[in-house]
């Protein structure tokens, strides 16, 4: 017994036994906490392993022994190193230290991401609403954050644009149904007066069929829009001449360019192409007729077609009024004009250009345009997949 109680705190360990009844016979340094059960347990003859009820990672060890014919429990375990103890609670410690700053990190960082994507969410429901204006975007971040924000105001300007087409559209087919709508009411009202020479009768009556044919126009051009803008016109692929086609395009126009005694200088490779024979007239002679529309007398138009790499490049080049360099960007629009007035001498409504790239778009392909004012004009339609013979 004396040597056990000498053992108890030697070299860091504690020891306790307990007799028959199970009561402590050893004065501790320090406590150990054994649970009834397990000293009960010991003096019936078993080994035990527990740990410390406290902090749970102390094995209490019990070994069972007699001595003078009585069974003792003897327990031992590891005593508490305050220099040990003293680290734990200093990480415990760092541990709710960065918890703590962990937590405010976080809810830093959250804010720092969702008050942009509140921003956004705000200016969506604006947009909505027809308001493509606004501020205070986080643009200029460099993270996922700003390119997103970078990309909904590009769209939003391009949906502004589409918005701003839109109402020129409705206005400027508003203009062109309203006016000759206005000219055949005012003639027609003329044409019931009694007291009217047989001269102004057929010159009305020819005005108010110009007008009506030009309300007809209209109505194919938005329509041919309409389905080529929505493909459900599906091309009708063939090869045929290219060079034969322009030829017969050009003859077919002959009175248009007769009449102002334009010379046409035609330069045209023998080439086949796979195409829609039918589209790409209306490609020609909405080209090849604004070329003359827009060609002085006695003014000059060269039409050249020739094929290079797999390609067929035809281009339709006068020398006319030409078109100012801020028109440029917008002369494929549905009913742009470069005519502001609207100059009744220049027959069109402004859709001629935007059917033919449609067409061209139709086919894979690309036309282009260059100008000087007062110099000319050449349109220029790229065709891939084309091939040449001799």
Request: proline fraction near 4%; glycine fraction near 6%; avoid cysteine.
């Amino acid at each position: 017994m004396p040597f056990i109680q000498n053992y108890s705190g030697y070299s860091g360990k504690l020891v306790q036994l307990y007799n028959l009844d199970g009561s402590p016979l050893l004065a501790e340094p320090v406590p150990m906490d054994v649970e009834a059960n397990s000293v009960k347990e010991v003096l019936g003859g078993k080994f035990s392993r527990t740990f410390d009820a406290v902090w749970h990672r102390i094995p209490v060890v019990g070994i069972p022994f007699q001595a003078n014919g009585q069974p003792y429990a003897l327990f031992i375990t590891l005593q508490e190193n305050q220099v040990e103890q003293e680290l734990m609670n200093s990480i415990h410690l760092v541990y709710v230290l960065i918890l703590v700053i962990g937590s405010f990190l976080i809810l830093f960082a959250a804010r720092h991401v969702v008050n942009p994507i509140l921003r956004l969410t705000d200016a969506t429901k604006k947009m909505a609403k027809g308001n493509f204006t606004f501020e205070n975007l986080p643009t200029k971040r460099k993270d996922e954050i700003g390119q997103l924000s970078q990309s909904f105001q590009e769209m939003a300007h391009e949906l502004s644009k589409l918005n701003q087409m839109r109402q020129e559209f409705v206005s400027n087919v508003s203009h062109e149904i309203q006016s000759p709508l206005t000219s055949i009411t005012g003639f027609t009202k003329a044409l019931k007066q009694k007291k009217l020479t047989e001269e102004s009768r057929l010159r009305y009556l020819t005005i108010i069929e110009e007008e009506s044919e030009r309300l007809s126009r209209l109505g194919r051009n938005l329509l041919r829009l309409s389905y080529l803008q929505q493909k459900q016109q599906p091309l009708q692929v063939e090869a045929y001449r290219l060079d034969e086609q322009l030829r017969r395009i050009v003859i077919a126009l002959e009175p248009l360019w007769s009449e102002k005694r334009i010379a046409l200088d035609v330069d045209l490779q023998p080439l086949t192409i796979h195409a829609d024979q039918d589209q790409l007239d209306q490609v020609w002679i909405n080209l090849l007729s604004n070329a003359i529309k827009f060609t002085p007398e006695d003014g000059l138009i060269r039409i050249t077609a020739a094929a290079e790499a797999d390609q067929v490049f035809v281009s339709v080049a006068d020398n006319g009024i030409g078109i100012a360099e801020e028109e440029l960007a917008d002369i494929f629009k549905p009913f742009h004009k470069a005519d502001k007035a609207r100059n009744r001498a220049v027959k069109g409504n402004g859709l001629g250009l935007s059917i033919a790239r449609q067409i061209i778009d139709l086919h894979h392909g690309e036309i282009t345009v260059s100008s000087t004012p007062n110099k000319g004009t050449t349109f220029t339609v790229t065709l891939p997949e084309s091939q040449s013979s001799t």
